[in-house]
């Protein structure tokens, strides 16, 4: 009896001390730590709005400088290499469609991700980049995400920013000097910039082509701005034979009737989208049939258009005004007699069409009605 009290008694204590081995291991590896809370925080993604802008240093319980995803199949010596840290750490895709993330802080390893989004609980993608390089990177001060939760799980995609411009030089090593056009946050540098073209476009880039570029939101301000984190660029043709039929307010009017849009007496303003962002060639603003409501609708050259409706009312000069990149400003009128301003910005990503309305209805320097026509 007493041998048997003495083995269950060893075997207990042999299970306490293994569980505090896997304890300390556990807790001591804070590379799987952070995985864990990771896991914790884009959980937590699932009940928030799609679309939404989110910043990744925001949510990640862990400090880190860089973020790597590398193609399926590398190897865990050329990870290493681009990223000069050890290899016996690192590990492999063995399939395609896996998320592999390796998060780096002061040069070392915080958090490595490898699975499959349906497995994580959550997907986090780099985006696309047509560089060349069998990794994508991106780096903590230009971490701005969009959040995706169709595919049931949460999903941050890095899309980068973007502007067009025109070609102005071409250089024999597949460089291109690009005149930025008006309206893009970048301009605040400058209105010249570097970029290089994929072998793709070598033969179909010409001076005087308009391209688009998107890029991680890193510039290099020399002159011309250089661009660090260049992602990709593609032709836009579409600018020329649309500028070529002289996009006038008329016009866009009526091929918006024409199309089936609205009545020629509901259009309350319209103007031409001038760096015909999206495709887009103007703008027209018109009635709704319920009372306080007002439409927008950006149109391309074919008459087909995507429209967003707003509950208020147009000032009597709505003053509607083209601000480029996709943005439109106008006058409104509130309930109260109060004019503000109304900004509505247009974006296609992903194939998604997306609208983003702000005003300074709460701006206390706004004036009513009356006062304004005093003024």
């Not at 492999?92 to 998320?99: A, F, I, L």
């Amino acid at each position: 009896m007493k041998g048997k009290k003495t083995a269950v008694f060893w075997i207990l204590a042999a299970g306490i001390i293994l569980l505090a081995v896997f304890f300390v291991i556990e807790s001591g590896n804070p590379v799987r730590r952070n995985n864990r809370r990771l896991k914790e925080c884009m959980e937590q993604l699932a009940s928030m709005e799609s679309g939404s802008r989110i910043s990744l240093s925001a949510i990640t319980p862990f400090l880190w400088d860089t973020v790597y995803s590398f193609d399926p199949y590398t190897s865990a010596e050329e990870m290493a290499a681009v990223m000069n840290t050890p290899e016996r750490e690192l590990q492999e895709t063995v399939n395609e469609g896996m998320t592999q993330l390796i998060f780096l802080h002061e040069g070392k390893i915080a958090a490595i991700i490898c699975g499959y989004a349906e497995n994580l609980g959550y997907d986090i993608d780099l985006g696309l980049w047509e560089d060349g390089k069998n990794y994508r990177k991106v780096e903590r001060q230009t971490d701005s995400f969009t959040l995706y939760t169709e595919t049931g799980y949460p999903r941050l995609v890095f899309e980068g920013e973007s502007f067009r411009g025109i070609i102005r030089e071409l250089g024999e090593d597949g460089t291109a000097l690009v005149e930025i056009e008006p309206g893009y946050p970048i301009c605040g540098s400058g209105n010249q910039v570097y970029v290089s073209l994929p072998e793709a476009l070598h033969d179909g880039a010409k001076a005087g082509s308009r391209v688009e570029v998107i890029y991680d939101g890193r510039v290099a301000e020399t002159f011309p701005l250089q661009l660090p984190g260049q992602m990709r660029v593609r032709l836009c043709p579409d600018r020329e034979a649309a500028a070529g039929e002289a996009w006038t307010e008329e016009k866009i009017q009526s091929v918006f009737v024409g199309a089936g849009g609205c009545r020629e007496e509901d259009i309350l303003d319209c103007v031409p989208v001038w760096d015909y962002a999206f495709d887009r060639v103007g703008v027209v603003m018109f009635a709704g049939e319920e009372v306080q409501k007002v439409s927008f609708a950006f149109i391309d050259k074919e008459g087909e258009s995507q429209v967003c409706a707003l509950l208020a009312g147009p000032a009597e000069d709505p003053e509607l005004t083209y601000l480029g990149n996709g943005t439109v400003s106008c006058r409104m009128e509130s309930e109260d007699n109060k004019i503000y301003t109304t900004k509505l910005t247009f974006s296609i990503s992903e194939g998604e069409v997306c609208f983003k309305a702000e005003d300074n209805l709460a701006d206390p320097d706004m004036i009513s009605g009356q006062e304004s026509e005093e003024r």
